[in-house]
C-alpha cells in the first residue's frame, strides 16, 4: 500500500489546517486509518483514528480542535485542525492497517503501513 498526506503548511497560532492522506494498494476492508504526529526530541503520539465503520477516537489534547473523516469514494482520509497552537508542529504522518490485530482494535502496529508525512508549524 501506498499512503501520500498533503496539506503541512507554516500558519499562526489560531488558524486551520486541512491534513489530506490518499491510499492506494490498500486491500483491507475492515480497516483503521490514523493520523499520528512527531516533533523534533519528542516520540511519536497518536492524534486521532478512524475504523472502517466509521468510530472515531480522538487524543485528549485535539478533541476539542481536530476532526477526523474519510471519503470512502476517494480513499482518503482527512484531519481537520482548527484553532492551531505552537505546540501543534510536528511532523503528521498517516497510517492504514487491520481493524483487529491478536484481538486489538486499530493497533497501528509493525502491520500497518506509513505514508511520509507533511510538515505543520504553527508560529505565536
Known amino acids: 500500500a501506498k499512503l501520500v498526506e498533503s496539506g503541512g503548511d507554516s500558519v499562526q497560532s489560531g488558524q486551520s489546517l486541512k491534513l489530506s492522506c490518499v491510499i492506494s494498494?490498500?486491500?483491507?476492508?475492515?480497516?483503521?486509518l490514523g493520523w499520528f504526529r512527531q516533533a523534533p526530541g519528542k516520540e511519536r503520539e497518536r492524534v486521532a483514528w478512524?475504523?472502517?465503520?466509521?468510530?472515531?477516537d480522538i487524543a485528549d489534547f485535539a478533541r476539542a480542535r481536530f476532526t477526523i473523516a474519510q471519503d470512502k469514494t476517494k480513499n482518503t482520509v482527512y484531519l481537520q485542525m482548527n484553532n492551531l497552537e505552537p505546540d501543534d508542529t510536528a511532523m503528521y504522518f498517516c497510517?492504514?492497517?487491520?481493524?483487529?490485530?491478536?484481538?486489538?482494535?486499530?493497533?497501528?502496529?509493525?502491520?500497518?503501513?506509513w505514508g511520509q508525512g507533511t510538515q505543520v508549524t504553527v508560529s505565536s
Open positions: 478512524i475504523e472502517s465503520e466509521g468510530s472515531i
Open positions: 497510517a492504514a492497517g487491520p481493524k483487529w490485530t491478536n484481538g486489538k482494535l486499530c493497533p497501528f502496529d509493525s502491520r500497518y503501513y
Open positions: 494498494g490498500f486491500g483491507y476492508s475492515s480497516y483503521c
